[in-house]
């Protein structure tokens, strides 16, 4: 006779319970994607571009040069996450989403790398916000993540043997974070979560610091730029969203809600050329501290770019200061002329500032030669700038690009400490 168990045979159910103990289990895996082609990292520790001119493509293989330096990616992390169903078994999925290991701490310090891709960017199937109030899983568009949830209250039911992988982009943008993913679902009408790391360690993100600093960008060719930070914040869509399959997506409320990384008015800053982090011994470093020096002219101050010479010093030779010192002092009387364009004509009643917006340095290899490096005691450099006129009310000149950029060619000598100065630069370009 056999013994009955909440209305089951004890013998049979012993039976089914060994044959689930013997089916396979669904396997889920998560791990940086190695096909990233744009994005950008933060190394720990402040580097020059000389000292990594020597890494062919810090961009290979997801980054893996800049893991193995210990770096962190900014903004936005892409995370491949492959679902392996188990035979015969019903796997279905309901979420993913972030759970954050620890304390929130500030956005990384250290040297920006950027990777700028020539092709297509990387499609996203799923974003995860870090700095949302949920951390759900979000559509991914073309054109960014969106603000609508993946699943909305449907499973995703996984094919029986058919490994799937989902693309999934983690953003922070306000803080950093350790993070594990977690998959929750069922098997066969049993729920189950599934918790994702690196290996045996969370998941790492940087958010976004505050204000301009130098990056040193890859795309085919090393560079060094000075550029704003908020560049790196997480692309999110906020109209017109279109899927991977090009299908119009609704945008939600909080979409329209979204705070924005750049002030409506801008503020005139209080410091006659913004804070600057230069590594002395570094020629492109002290390029650009340069070239930002002397491109941040104030009207309620300055007549013009002339009255930034002194502000210059500290990254010019002596020589070459004296030299402009002379051409200065020779224009002392000088009055501005009436511009032709109605923007330039508005630069002084309305005591406008400029903002420069980005530099970028490379090396001037038509007058140094292919084999220079960054490190001869003589650098030859070419240094792009672009910047902005703005007003306190919100003006902005609208001007066509060309008078909002210039180019110059510079030359940069070693000092006998090791640090190095602008000695000379193309006339036309160095007239102040």
Not at 5 to 17: C, D, E, K, S, W
Not at 315 to 339: C, F, H, I, M, S
Request: proline content about 7%; overall charge negative.
């Amino acid at each position: 006779m056999l013994l009955l168990l909440v209305g089951v045979p004890v013998g049979l159910f012993t039976a089914r319970l060994q044959d689930d103990l013997g089916k396979e289990e669904p396997r889920f895996t998560a791990r940086y994607s190695t096909v990233m082609t744009d994005g950008s990292f933060v190394l720990p520790t402040t580097v020059a571009l000389s000292s990594v001119e020597g890494v062919t493509n810090p961009c290979d293989e997801g980054w893996k040069w800049a893991r193995q330096q210990g770096a962190v990616d900014i903004g936005t992390s892409r995370i491949d996450v492959e679902a392996v169903p188990a035979k015969d078994r019903t796997v279905a999925i309901r979420n993913i989403r972030t759970e954050i290991v620890g304390t929130p701490r500030p956005p990384e310090k250290g040297t920006v790398v950027t990777c700028r891709a020539q092709g297509e960017g990387t499609a996203v199937d799923v974003g995860l916000d870090l700095d949302g109030p949920t951390h759900s899983a979000l559509k991914g568009t073309v054109n960014g993540v969106s603000y609508l949830p993946y699943f909305d209250d449907r499973f995703h039911f996984l094919e029986n043997q058919q490994p799937e992988l989902f693309k999934v982009t983690a953003m922070a943008a306000e803080q950093s974070y350790d993070y594990v993913i977690k998959v929750e679902g069922s098997v066969d009408g049993k729920d189950r979560t599934w918790t994702l790391k690196d290996g045996d360690k969370p998941f790492r993100i940087s958010g976004v610091r505050k204000g301009h600093a130098n990056h040193l960008v890859f795309a085919g060719i090393w560079t060094t730029e000075y550029t704003d930070e908020a560049l790196l914040r997480p692309a999110r869509c906020t109209d017109k969203c279109q899927d991977q399959d090009g299908k119009l997506l609704p945008v939600p409320p909080a979409a329209a809600a979204a705070p924005s990384a750049v002030p409506a008015v801008p503020k005139r800053p209080d410091a006659a050329a913004p804070p600057l982090t230069v590594i002395q011994r570094d020629a492109e470093s002290v390029a650009i501290a340069w070239a930002v020096t002397r491109s941040s002219v104030d009207i309620s101050r300055d007549k013009g770019r002339i009255d930034a010479l002194p502000r210059t010093k500290p990254y010019v030779t002596g020589q070459l200061y004296a030299r402009q010192l002379a051409t200065r002092e020779a224009n002392k009387d000088y009055e501005p002329d009436n511009p032709v364009e109605a923007w330039a004509r508005e630069l002084y009643p309305r005591k406008a500032w400029t903002q420069v917006r980005s530099v970028r340095v490379r090396m001037d290899t038509t007058r140094s030669g292919p084999k220079a490096l960054l490190t001869d005691p003589s650098v030859d450099l070419e240094v792009e700038v672009w910047f902005d006129w703005l007003a306190d009310d919100g003006w902005k000149a609208d001007a066509d690009p060309a008078d909002l950029k210039y180019s110059v060619s510079i030359t940069l000598e070693r000092q006998p400490d090791g640090t190095y100065l602008v000695s000379g630069c193309e006339e036309s370009g160095c007239t102040f």
